[in-house]
């Protein structure tokens, strides 16, 4: 018996020893697998808690305590584990099962975070061998008749597949502590215990425990072998227990399982036999089980001596019989010294806690760098700066003893297409993208093919540098423009007469406003493939594929200079996370690599494939619910088709739609654009002579006539077409290609003198570099415009729309009226659509009073003061009308079909009002273009933020642009907003008028059926409006970055010869066009013309002498100064010209109207519309080379600028998470584990301090302040609180 005091202090000890891990005097129960430790521990503790019954792995150390509570008439159950800043606890609860799911988890691998042993990114199966760990787990058990106090560690099993569990026993196996070792029937040979016994030396105390002893000791010798090789290793350590060295042969008989049915025999009153099923006794309520396993347990030791003492050994001494004796030393050994042992704990506790409580403060400091460490961000600076400067076209190439990887890769042309075949076919494809092709096609990195492609190089051999061995930006700069070589040289396939037919016939049936027969040509000629590859699409492609392999091989190179590490980041970020290790550095290379590997890919797939639309919720990739494949953001990449989620992947890139009519007509060579003399001359005084004003010395410069390349190649290879081995094909002469490659490559370079100034201080050759570059791009806004002022309109006019929308509003309001499921709501719908199709049908109409119509400047004057001193931002009314009058002039002079600004006398109303207005804010766009750059803006424009703080001319002249065209988007979209919706306002009052004797129902009390529709109409004409507005503003970002290539003109088509086999359209004498065959002659000698002369000197009105800016005068022909510089009018007049698409529209329809003869081929459409479609085609491909060299140039700097990466590699959220947001979560956990410990710890204190309790088990057991006590009858399972501490 135990005294109830002495069972007091075992409880204060037992609580300090359960927050001390394997310190202080610990009682361990260890042996090899399957040697019946845990039946030898149920018969000690005298309750079967055998959790490798219900298929547990023991994997870590299980402290099992039985505390003494008076009262407690059934045994109840208390678990608690904490690791990796997790604390599972079971509260007290009288179902065992509810421990064993708690030491189960504590105990399953797949918990990884639970073992530290385990490497990272372990897999389930290795996790299964080696997962094992120091940290307990703690079980108390709790009854009145626990009347010794026992607390046994149980150590998991030896194996020999793993070292983890001998070196867990050797942390318990510690002088002081008492080693119960448990022996099976193996012997010493097999088993792991005799390298276990040699630790056991430095014990107190050492109790061998023969298992299974009554079959060993009458069958074998084991059992006398077994204690030989224990002594021998006591005997070699010189260890005292070798003397008095004891074993203690056990057995208890089979258990009652099914698996030992057939064999199980009942004990009886003269002869015990094997176990009863101690889980049913135990389960039945009271301690009956522990007073039963206890008597079986000595009725065995009883026979044991009886039949087993002679065979058992040499000498008697050494053994005893049964458990009870094993019990007996340990009950003894708990209470030796234990006042001086609680002593002893209270000082290591409070040792331990005061160092614990250190930890934590600098692990919190540690915690608080790792939120945004400055470290990491000096490494990503880094990598982005070693990025930069080794793509940026290496300085010097190295010397290949050095760096002989970074040598290798350095390539030709044709050795950079076959390193790109072998790249891609171990590419990794993704397989849920339907559209990924066969990476092991070979076609795909062909151009077109491998004989075509190597025939276009031999012609660009010279600029291309094809033959030199480059690497890095110089390498991707040829691949760009090898990708231009071949769109500009590309053949068009033969087109079928059966295909024109087609296109004709849905001419005929009519498209969107968006789509004019030029367009439908541009979908016949997208959807011809040659050599089985789309037109400009599969070109791309093949860029995408060329261009991954050539940023994958340098950013791999680039990541071998980072890793020398010459500045330390990489040592100074791995010391902060304490890791620096070289295989931690190899690894975190690798996830940097990764990272920019994986940046590379995206920004390349978005600028060429396209954004992939995502689902909002889920966040992946949304497929096409009838093709299956990803469903792309309209318009958001290169190869993105127009419509391109709406068909089966056909049709033409979106950028290609609407047609722009300058690719066909041609475009000004602005480079050419020359200032006039008399810019420079300050006007003359009343009476006297002109003065020369500063820079009036400045000579007019010279025009070039002559082609600069016309040397590369002689007459006889430029009349020559470039075309495929097979196939029915054609192709433009290879001066006309030459040319336009040329044109989109030959570089252009920005001259600002700002000495140049006329009397009022202004800089002319800043204002005339600004003007070249509009008015390059005016025509893509211009044709843009056309396009979406006609879908704005219809968007506004469509009754369908309407009524859908108006009907969601309508739900609206009578939901919140409680009215939506009323009868008189459906009825209500049906007026209301009724009401908006008679007022849908008044405005679309021209039954409008005549009062009602407004010429252009009335319009402005109903607006009020504002509008009539500024109709438009920066231009008065006065200004405005003199610019008006002076285009007036311009447009009779050459007769042209113009409708503003000659509709603006016009008196309009309706549609007619509406499309005048689109009409005038292109106008005004385009004009408002030309105003001249301030002085402030020029100063501003001068200062850089890169490297070096003062800006080139280029970068001062983008600057300027860009401020132009965001002024222009703002502001004068915010002025025609206002207009558009007076005018949209004033017309649906006229037709609200119309409809006042309709009968409708209040919608909801004070507001009529007409007043809502009224004001529904009005809001939503203006959200069509502002939506248009936006998509202006996004066209003009999408003109950068800027392409000054194009101030060198492109090629008029439409008006010039392309191949020596040419036609043209004739009138017969009854009117009808014709097509007939150009003499062969006169088409080489203007083809010769083409490659001989300059653009300028080849265009179809002759512009030499031409191209110059002159000063605005005030009136149509007088004088004074007005906005500054403009165009001379012929200028104008012909820039203007190249925007109409008049001309080109009436050939196609005439080509395509006539009968197809002289057919290139047999079943093909007719010569002339293939003449006709050859232009188109070209015209296409040069529309591809300037949309998509400036995409791919800003795609390129995207992925190796300095800022571009940087900005990159921080965003990348995966990157840093496995860098250091992991490290942090680490320490974060740490944070948890020590908190919860040093709670525990303190708590234990407060019960090794308190006096003995009236009843001794309402002390209950330490645990973090923070828990809930739920409770204690009624099943329960392991809680889980994690992170109670606080997330970072």
């Not at 075992?10 to 009682?27: P, R, S, T, Y």
């Not at 105990?107 to 760990?133: G, I, K, R, T, W």
């Not at 107190?204 to 299974?212: A, K, R, T």
């Not at 199980?264 to 009153?269: G, L, N």
Request: some cysteine; glycine content about 6%; charged content about 25%.
């Amino acid at each position: 018996q135990v005294s109830q005091p002495d069972l007091h202090k075992l409880f204060q000890k037992n609580a300090l020893l359960d927050v001390l891990g394997n310190e202080g005097q610990q009682i361990v129960v260890v042996g090899d697998t399957s040697t019946g430790k845990s039946t030898v521990i149920n018969f000690l503790l005298g309750f079967p808690i055998n959790f490798e019954a219900q298929g547990i792995g023991t994997r870590r150390p299980c402290v099992l305590t039985q505390v003494q509570k008076p009262g407690q008439k059934k045994v109840q159950f208390e678990g608690r584990f904490c690791k990796a800043g997790e604390t599972l606890e079971v509260p007290l609860t009288e179902d065992p099962s509810d421990v064993a799911r708690l030491v189960a988890n504590a105990n399953d691998h797949h918990h990884m975070h639970f073992f530290e042993c385990l490497p990272m990114n372990c897999s389930v199966d290795e996790a299964y061998q080696q997962a094992f760990d120091h940290e307990p787990v703690y079980v108390k058990m709790f009854h009145e008749d626990f009347k010794y106090g026992l607390r046994l560690v149980d150590l998991p099993g030896l194996t020999r597949r793993n070292p983890s569990p001998m070196h867990i026993a050797a942390t318990y196996i510690q002088p002081g502590n008492i080693a119960i070792l448990v022996v099976g029937r193996d012997n010493a040979a097999n088993g792991g215990f005799p390298d276990l016994a040699e630790c056991m030396t430095k014990c107190q105390q050492v109790l061998v425990v023969q298992n299974f002893a009554y079959r060993l000791l009458k069958d074998s010798t084991n059992v006398q072998d077994n204690f030989d090789c224990i002594k021998k290793a006591f005997t070699s350590k010189k260890s005292n227990h070798a003397n008095d060295l004891q074993v203690y042969a056990v057995d208890f008989g089979k258990p009652k399982t099914k698996e030992f049915e057939s064999l199980w025999k009942a004990s009886t009153d003269q002869q015990v036999e094997d176990q009863e099923s101690w889980q049913e006794l135990a389960a039945s309520g009271g301690l009956q089980v522990q007073v039963k396993m206890y008597k079986h347990a000595s009725r065995w030791g009883q026979r044991l001596q009886k039949e087993c003492q002679g065979a058992a050994c040499k000498d008697g001494r050494d053994f005893d019989w049964g458990i009870l004796p094993v019990l007996n030393k340990i009950v003894t050994f708990q209470l030796d010294g234990v006042d001086q042992q609680i002593s002893e704990l209270k000082e290591k506790v409070r040792n331990r806690i005061e160092q614990k409580e250190e930890e934590l403060e600098e692990l919190m400091e540690k915690i608080e760098r790792l939120k945004d460490p400055a470290e990491w961000q000096d490494l990503l600076a880094r990598l982005a700066k070693v990025v930069s400067e080794f793509l940026d076209t290496t300085i010097a190439i190295p010397d290949e003893k050095d760096e002989p990887e970074i040598c290798k890769a350095l390539m030709t042309t044709a050795e950079e297409v076959d390193e790109t075949v072998k790249f891609m076919e171990a590419y990794e494809k993704d397989s849920d993208d339907k559209d990924a092709p066969d990476y092991s096609d070979k076609n795909l990195y062909y151009w077109f093919s491998e004989e075509l492609d190597a025939r276009i190089r031999r012609l660009v051999e010279r600029p291309l540098e094809v033959n030199e061995k480059l690497a890095n930006l110089r390498s991707w700069q040829r691949l760009l423009d090898e990708l231009t070589a071949m769109l500009a040289f590309a053949p068009m396939p033969h087109i079928l007469r059966q295909k024109k037919e087609q296109a004709y016939h849905r001419i005929g049936a009519g498209r969107a406003a968006s789509m004019n027969k030029l367009d439908i040509m541009v979908e016949l000629v997208s959807e011809a493939k040659l050599l089985g590859k789309q037109p400009i699409r599969s070109l791309l492609q093949t860029f995408k594929y060329r261009f991954l392999y050539l940023a994958h091989r340098d950013l791999k190179n680039c990541m071998r200079t980072f890793q020398q590490d010459l500045t330390h980041e990489l040592r100074d970020f791995l010391l902060l996370l304490g890791e620096d290790t070289p295989e931690r550095r190899e690894k975190l290379c690798a996830d940097l690599e990764s990272g920019l590997l994986s940046n590379m890919r995206e920004v390349i797939s978005r600028t060429i494939d396209g954004a992939v639309v995502k689902d909002k919720r889920k966040r992946t990739p949304v497929h096409h619910s009838v093709t299956g494949r990803w469903v792309r953001e309209e318009r958001s990449g290169l190869c993105v088709r127009y419509h391109e989620n709406h068909g089966l992947g056909q049709g033409p890139c979106h950028w290609l739609i609407p047609f722009k009519a300058h690719y066909v007509n041609g475009q000004i060579p602005w480079k050419d654009l020359r200032i006039d003399r008399s810019v420079y001359t300050r006007p003359p005084p009343p009476g006297g002579p002109e003065e020369a004003g500063e820079g009036g010395d400045e000579e007019e410069e010279e025009v070039d006539i002559d082609n600069p390349y016309q040397h590369e190649m002689d007459d006889e290879l430029a009349l020559e077409e470039v075309l495929p081995s097979t196939g029915s094909s054609m192709n433009a002469v290879n001066a006309v290609n030459m040319q336009i490659f040329n044109l989109a490559t030959q570089p252009y370079d920005v001259v600002l003198r700002f000495d140049l100034q006329d009397s009022d201080g202004h800089d002319h050759r800043t204002d005339l570099e600004v003007m070249k570059m509009l008015k390059a791009m005016q025509a893509e806004i211009a044709a843009f415009w056309a396009s979406a002022w006609k879908g704005m309109i219809q968007q506004i006019k469509e009754e369908a729309a309407q009524a859908r929308e108006l009907e969601q509003q309508l739900d609206q309001k009578l939901r919140g009226a409680g009215l939506l499921h009323n009868i008189e709501s459906t009825k209500l719908k049906n007026d209301l659509k009724l009401a908006i199709s008679a007022i849908h049908s008044i405005i679309s109409g021209s039954d409008f009073p005549p009062e009602l119509g407004k010429t252009t400047f009335s319009e402005i004057h109903d607006l009020g003061a504002e509008y009539n001193r500024t109709p438009w931002p920066g231009l008065a009314m006065a200004k405005y009308r003199q610019l008006l009058d002076v285009h007036m002039e311009t447009d009779v002079e050459h007769e042209s079909g113009g409708s503003f600004p000659k509709s603006r006398d016009i008196k309009c109303s309706g549609e007619m009002a509406w499309i005048r207005l689109c009409e005038e804010f292109i106008f005004v766009i385009l004009q408002l273009a030309m105003r001249r750059a301030t002085k402030a803006e020029i100063s501003m424009a001068k200062a850089s933020a890169g490297k070096s703080t003062i800006a080139g001319p280029f970068e001062i002249v983008t600057k300027l642009v860009l401020h132009r065209l965001r002024c222009i988007g703002q502001d004068s979209g915010r002025f025609f907003r206002t207009r558009m919706i007076a005018l949209y306002d004033r017309d649906l009052k006229f037709a609200m008028q119309s409809t006042q004797s309709f009968s409708l129902s209040d919608i909801v009390p004070g507001v009529t059926g007409l007043q809502f529709v009224e004001t529904f109409l009005r809001e939503r004409a203006a959200r069509v409006v502002d939506r248009t507005m936006a998509s202006l503003q996004s066209k003009f970002n999408e003109l950068l970055p800027f392409d000054f290539s194009i101030l060198n003109g492109r090629l008029p088509l439409l008006k010039s010869r392309v191949r020596k086999v040419d036609f043209e359209l004739a009138w017969d004498g009854r009117g009808m066009p014709e097509a007939i065959s150009v003499p062969a002659l006169q088409a080489e000698e203007a083809l010769r013309e083409c490659w001989h002369k300059s653009l300028i000197a080849q265009w179809p009105n002759n512009l030499i002498g031409q191209l110059k800016v002159v000063q605005e005068t005030s009136g149509p022909r007088g004088s004074g100064s007005g906005l500054g510089l403009v165009l001379d009018s012929e200028t104008n007049y012909a820039a203007f010209g190249c925007l109409n698409d008049e001309e080109a529209i009436a050939q196609v329809t005439h080509f395509g109207n006539l009968k197809d003869k002289d057919p290139p081929a047999n079943n093909m459409a007719g010569g002339g519309f293939h003449s006709m479609l050859l232009r188109i085609h070209k015209a296409m491909h040069v529309n591809a080379i300037d949309h998509c060299r400036p995409k791919l140039k800003e795609l390129m700097a995207n992925i190796y600028q300095e800022e571009h990466v940087r900005s990159q590699l921080q965003r990348n959220r995966f990157l840093s998470k496995k860098a250091f947001e992991e490290a942090a979560a680490k320490r974060i956990q740490e944070a948890h584990e020590i908190k919860a410990r040093v709670e525990l710890m303190k708590k234990a204190l407060e019960l090794a301090d308190s006096e003995p309790p009236r009843h001794v088990a309402a002390a209950e057991a330490p645990r973090p302040a923070q828990y809930h006590q739920p409770p204690a009858a009624g099943p329960t399972t392991p809680r889980k609180n994690k992170h109670w501490w606080g997330g970072w």
